[in-house]
């Protein structure tokens, strides 16, 4: 099959190209500067050139605080661009596969959330990610949207390499522990995709793709502390207190709860997302001789 992707240097990008050639995949992969997504002509012309099997959307804007006060680059990324992806899959009859957020939830149920559950996002970032899903449903009928969580690989800014890098140069840090959800590693999420595409079942729409099980933040950086230690990396902190969000004030609101519940993917596809702990140990492996 030949994949085209998108952002292919971003955390999940990089990882579908890297995990392409175990599936049998042929991937061309577009950065930024290669394919800037928002130029809709570009976009036409590089899948029609192409003529990929499926395309897969791995670029977005992420920066959650930033997009508060950029609305506008987030918006032509996050919601705009995507629809020109999807009618460019669509005009060419191939199949779209996009990648979205947990953060489309306001946070407020109290168990995992499910695919049909009321969306209501509490920032820009989540706001611009729903418009985009809503385009790929309304211009592209063969899609996949696959929402994930707390993304985290070797590569890219995320929070496992924020909590090593700090916990190199502190004694003591306040870890957020009113917020819960599901670290999902960027390899997980491509193998799952490889894994749906594989499975040529066509059966298109929503999934929640993430790992189990649901953590804190708090328990997350104790875990990334303790992998960390079995690896010798190297390690100041001594003591890790559990803070409020509202002592961490951000420019955006997060959700108090964001865990995706993924019966939907596991039973349809019949596959079996692994646990995000074991994912973990391989990326801090894979960090062991990186500097912070
Ligand atoms: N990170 C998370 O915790 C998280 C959580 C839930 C869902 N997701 C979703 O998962 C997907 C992948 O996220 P990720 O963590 O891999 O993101 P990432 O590491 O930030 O990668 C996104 C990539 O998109 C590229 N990009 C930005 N604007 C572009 C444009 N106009 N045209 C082409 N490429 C552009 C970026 O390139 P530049 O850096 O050069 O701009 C970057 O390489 C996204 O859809 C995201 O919304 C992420």
Redesign the pocket.
């Known amino acids: 099959m030949k994949v085209l992707v ?2 292919c ?5 990089a990882e579908l190209m890297g995990l392409a050639t175990a599936y049998g995949h042929e991937a061309i992969g577009f ?2 500067d290669t ?4 130029q809709q002509k570009l976009v036409m012309a590089c899948i029609s050139k192409e003529k990929p099997s499926v395309v897969i959307n ?5 920066a959650v605080d930033k997009a508060e006060d950029d609305k506008g680059t987030a918006k032509a ?2 919601a705009t ?1 995507v629809g020109y992806l999807a009618q460019a899959c669509r005009t060419l009859d191939i199949p779209l596969a996009h ?5 489309v939830f306001d946070g407020s149920k109290e168990c995992a959330y499910l695919e049909s559950d009321t969306v209501s996002p509490l920032g820009v970032y989540g706001e611009t ?1 729903l418009e985009g899903e809503a385009l790929v449903q309304s211009e592209c009928e063969k899609h996949y949207i696959f929402r ?4 985290f690989s070797a590569h ?1 800014n ?1 929070f496992v390499k924020t909590m090593l890098r700090l916990g190199a140069e502190r004694e003591e840090l306040g870890i957020v522990a009113d917020q819960r959800g599901k670290p999902t590693s ?1 390899r997980e999420i491509a193998r799952v995709i490889y894994e749906v595409l594989a499975s040529h079942k066509n059966a298109w729409g929503i999934y929640h793709l993430a790992q189990p099980n649901a953590v804190t933040w708090f328990d997350f950086a104790q875990s990334i502390f303790a992998g960390a230690k079995q690896q010798s990396l190297p390690l100041r902190v001594k003591q890790v207190n559990a803070i409020a969000t509202a002592d961490f004030p951000t420019p955006a609101k997060r959700p108090e709860n964001s865990e995706l519940d993924c019966n939907k993917l596991e039973t349809t596809f019949d596959i079996k997302l692994q646990l995000w702990n074991v994912s973990l140990a391989e990326v801090i492996k894979d960090l062991r001789n990186e500097r912070f």
Request: aromatic share 12%; hydrophobic share 35%.
């Open positions: 998108t952002g240097y971003g955390q999940v990008g950065d930024h394919l800037d997504i928002t791995a670029a977005a804007y992420t990324v996050n661009a990648i979205s957020t947990d953060y990610k994930t969580s707390w993304v890219g995320n960027a």
